[in-house]
């Protein structure tokens, strides 16, 4: 099959966003699909400049950083970036007749900033939730731009492994939504070795404002992390975070070891070496996927995972027949993720094992990504 992958890389330079994206890219060419990537900016390309700290309209900025990312891993000659009449990367002449003979057009995570005639033409367009909640409480409060992409997406697909059953509340607005594992290619992700020193996480403090819905408000990691903010001062154990935005002189003075979020993780490589070298996850979830019960799993804990990393996440619902146990433990208050430490100290190597199984059994490409396109085809 052709499949166009959409998402926003350039606009969002940053390790992990590219490692979602490159999962689902270098996931379908490993099961012989011809695979393209689409980044849609509407009228202009507007990007944060991590360096500068200033937005940028440049598309250097944006498709060189997308470069980057693509071209080492086989991509290079296969993506196109657009804002307005600007174009970098295919020819657009290629890029509209891939339009045509395409038989998947696959969004992630965010809807099309414009939406072109030409994206009528793949045989099936599916949206793939990667922020259950708040992706159907913007869409039920009228989001002009969600409301026009998964209307024209034959097929929806969300992470949130609860969203649909009584016990969530997330809307589902009428429409089917499948449920999906994040997957990850096992081969670009080796078991790291080695007994590292230090938990650690990955975190944006805000990734965007509150949504609120039927008189609630639904917030981000922030309010959540105060829930684990003390760990260090109760255990000797050592706690690092790359952090965007926040306070850092504020949790460096209560013990947590503090890097620069983007200069952690900028590129695919940098973000994986965090991971790896890290003795496993501790990590908050935002509040709104805990207050609606959505059972979201996050891409980066899969990271952890298939790095042979245990992962000790806050419960967003998932419940004891998901795959929480050894390797994989949850938490809901601070008591939770002190036994959860002490678990995974108990006995290292076998959490340590049954990550990687985890990653093998449940989240590898190969295992998610073919019922996926199946059902995205039908």
Same mark, same amino acid.
């Given at each position: 099959?052709?499949?166009?992958?959409?998402?926003?890389?350039?606009?969002?330079?940053?390790?992990?966003?590219?490692?979602?994206?490159?999962?689902?890219?270098?996931?379908?060419?490993?099961?012989?699909?011809?695979?393209?990537?689409?980044?849609?900016?509407?009228?202009?390309?507007?990007?944060?400049?991590?360096?500068?700290?200033?937005?940028?309209?440049?598309?250097?900025?944006?498709?060189?950083?997308?470069?980057?990312?693509?071209?080492?891993?086989?991509?290079?000659?296969?993506?196109f970036y657009r804002a307005g009449e600007q174009a970098r990367g295919m020819r657009p002449d290629a890029f509209l007749s891939l339009c045509e003979e395409a038989d998947?057009?696959?969004?992630?995570?965010?809807?099309?900033?414009?939406?072109?005639?030409?994206?009528?033409?793949?045989?099936?367009?599916?949206?793939?939730?990667?922020?259950?909640?708040?992706?159907?409480?913007?869409?039920?409060?009228?989001?002009?731009?969600?409301?026009?992409?998964?209307?024209?997406?034959?097929?929806?697909?969300?992470?949130?492994?609860?969203?649909?059953?009584?016990?969530?509340?997330?809307?589902?607005?009428?429409?089917?939504?499948?449920?999906?594992?994040?997957?990850?290619?096992?081969?670009?992700?080796?078991? !790291?070795?080695?007994?590292?020193?230090?938990?650690?996480?990955?975190?944006?403090?805000?990734?965007?404002?509150?949504?609120?819905?039927?008189?609630?408000?639904?917030?981000?990691?922030?309010?959540?992390?105060?829930?684990?903010?003390?760990?260090?001062?109760?255990?000797?154990?050592?706690?690092?975070?790359?952090?965007?935005?926040?306070?850092?002189?504020?949790?460096?003075?209560?013990?947590?070891?503090?890097?620069?979020?983007?200069?952690?993780?900028?590129?695919?490589?940098?973000?994986?070496?965090?991971?790896?070298?890290?003795? !496993?996850?501790?990590?908050?979830?935002?509040?709104?996927?805990?207050?609606?019960?959505?059972?979201?799993?996050?891409?980066?804990?899969?990271?952890?995972?298939?790095?042979?990393?245990?992962?000790?996440?806050?419960?967003?619902?998932?419940?004891?027949?998901?795959?929480?146990?050894?390797?994989?433990?949850?938490?809901?208050?601070?008591?939770?993720?002190?036994?959860?430490?002490?678990?995974?100290?108990?006995?290292?190597?076998?959490?340590?094992?049954? !990550?990687?199984?985890?990653?093998?059994?449940?989240?590898?490409?190969?295992?998610?990504?073919?019922?996926?396109?199946?059902?995205?085809?039908e």
């Amino acid at each position: 099959m052709k499949i166009i992958v959409a998402g926003a890389l350039g606009r969002f330079p940053i390790g992990g966003n590219a490692w979602v994206i490159m999962q689902y890219l270098l996931g379908l060419e490993s099961l012989g699909h011809e695979v393209y990537f689409l980044e849609e900016c509407g009228e202009g390309s507007w990007v944060f400049d991590w360096e500068s700290e200033e937005v940028t309209t440049s598309l250097d900025y944006p498709t060189g950083y997308l470069h980057d990312c693509l071209e080492p891993v086989g991509f290079g000659d296969r993506w196109f970036y657009r804002a307005g009449e600007q174009a970098r990367g295919m020819r657009p002449d290629a890029f509209l007749s891939l339009c045509e003979e395409a038989d998947l057009l696959l969004i992630l995570a965010c809807p099309l900033d414009l939406w072109r005639e030409e994206y009528d033409r793949p045989r099936r367009r599916a949206f793939i939730d990667l922020d259950p909640g708040f992706t159907q409480m913007r869409l039920a409060n009228g989001d002009p731009l969600l409301d026009r992409t998964l209307g024209r997406c034959e097929h929806l697909f969300t992470v949130g492994q609860r969203v649909g059953d009584s016990g969530c509340e997330i809307p589902t607005l009428g429409r089917h939504w499948s449920i999906v594992v994040p997957p990850i290619v096992l081969s670009h992700w080796s078991v !790291a070795s080695g007994e590292a020193t230090h938990f650690s996480t990955i975190m944006q403090w805000k990734s965007y404002d509150e949504v609120e819905f039927r008189g609630q408000i639904y917030g981000n990691k922030s309010l959540e992390f105060l829930e684990i903010r003390d760990l260090p001062r109760l255990c000797p154990e050592s706690f690092r975070i790359a952090l965007s935005g926040g306070d850092p002189e504020a949790l460096r003075r209560i013990g947590w070891e503090v890097e620069t979020g983007f200069r952690a993780s900028f590129t695919p490589d940098a973000y994986r070496d965090f991971i790896r070298g890290s003795r !496993a996850e501790i990590s908050v979830a935002k509040q709104g996927y805990v207050a609606t019960r959505s059972g979201w799993i996050s891409d980066r804990s899969v990271c952890y995972l298939a790095s042979g990393r245990p992962v000790l996440v806050q419960d967003t619902g998932l419940g004891e027949d998901f795959i929480t146990g050894a390797g994989f433990l949850t938490f809901e208050d601070l008591d939770g993720a002190l036994a959860g430490i002490e678990a995974i100290n108990g006995d290292y190597e076998l959490h340590r094992k049954r !990550a990687r199984t985890l990653a093998e059994e449940v989240f590898s490409s190969d295992r998610v990504l073919p019922p996926l396109v199946e059902s995205a085809s039908e």
